[in-house]
């Protein structure tokens, strides 16, 4: 009975022995199933980092790859762009020089000169006197200045004695009426003091200058002006010394001449500007004295409002 006893016993706890085998072996089965579970989605999470950083780098090559085209294709486009701004600006340039050269100036049917006159030794000069022609009537009368008496023991001065259509005097401008086509004369005087009676003096034409009307913002007609002396009226005129009958040209050769005379004893010395239809012919002398630097500037100014020198301008418009 006992030895039964044993036989059962022995037979239960070799049964519990393979139960605890077969529980821990399945456990380590477990846990190997889920070690290789684990290790299955580390290689399949390393295998997708993997083919992610792949493909990173591969989007990262073709994006490098494009951002350097498109840099290279703006680099070309700006240096295309820079290039054809280059060519416009010559381009414009080169219009612009073409029209300047190639532009001609038109005889102006408002404008005036300046009556220059130097003594050659000390340097005294006078340039206010002022002639010229209005687009208007009542250019004379309106545009015509009366002169101020030179003070000082030494002066020049150069005034329009008893111009037509002006009450008798002395004027320092003389205005005409624009008439194309025709013949103008201006007839004008040197004055001087005793102590230059026999002094040399240096006499030219300085402009012209040509005017431009315009309204300005209190609706009065103005004037801008600008100095040529490349204006082709200037091949009409022609000084003319009353007192020794010799005629120069004002210009010649594109250059301003300048007439050189001598008071020979006498206070005032009376000349006269001729404005011709057509251009003068006249023979003229090159002066011995070296010319002025004002009278050789061949350049336009640009536009400026008359100074205070200048005859009025200012009208209202009704």
């Not at 009307?213 to 009065?220: S, V």
């Not at 050189?260 to 003229?284: I, T, W, Y």
């Amino acid at each position: 009975m006992k030895n039964i006893f044993i036989y059962v016993v022995s037979i239960f706890m070799f049964l519990g022995c393979e139960l605890e085998n077969k529980d821990l072996i399945d456990l380590l089965n477990k846990n190997q199933s889920n070690i290789e579970e684990i290790d299955q989605t580390t290689n399949k999470k390393s295998i997708d980092t993997t083919i992610k950083k792949v493909k990173y780098k591969e989007i990262k090559s073709i994006t490098s790859s494009k951002n350097s085209k498109e840099e290279d294709s703006d680099k070309t486009d700006n240096e295309n762009t820079t290039e054809g701004t280059e060519n416009s600006n010559i381009n414009s340039e080169e219009v612009l020089r073409r029209e300047f050269v190639n532009s001609k100036e038109v005889k102006p049917s408002n404008w005036y000169v300046r009556v220059v006159v130097e003594e050659a030794f000390d340097g005294m000069k006078t340039k206010s006197a002022q002639l010229g022609q209005i687009d208007k009537d009542d250019a004379t009368t309106t545009y015509s200045l009366r002169s101020i008496l030179p003070y000082g023991k030494s002066y020049l001065d150069v005034v329009f004695k008893n111009p037509d259509g002006l009450k008798n005097g002395d004027y320092k401008t003389s205005f005409h009426m624009y008439q194309p086509e025709q013949e103008d004369r201006w007839t004008f005087t040197v004055n001087t003091d005793v102590s230059h009676a026999n002094s040399d003096f240096l006499l030219h034409i300085s402009g012209i200058f040509v005017l431009t009307p315009y309204i300005d913002e209190y609706n009065r007609l103005r004037y801008k002006e600008r100095k040529s002396v490349s204006n082709p009226l200037l091949k009409n005129m022609k000084l003319i010394d009353k007192v020794s009958s010799k005629e120069m040209a004002v210009v010649k050769d594109g250059k301003t001449q300048i007439y050189k005379f001598n008071m020979s004893g006498n206070l005032s010395r009376e000349f006269e500007l001729v404005l011709q239809v057509d251009e003068v012919s006249v023979a003229s002398k090159k002066s011995k004295v070296k010319v002025m630097k004002s009278a050789r500037k061949s350049f336009i100014k640009k536009d400026d409002t008359f100074d205070l020198f200048h005859p009025p301008i200012i009208e209202d418009i009704k």
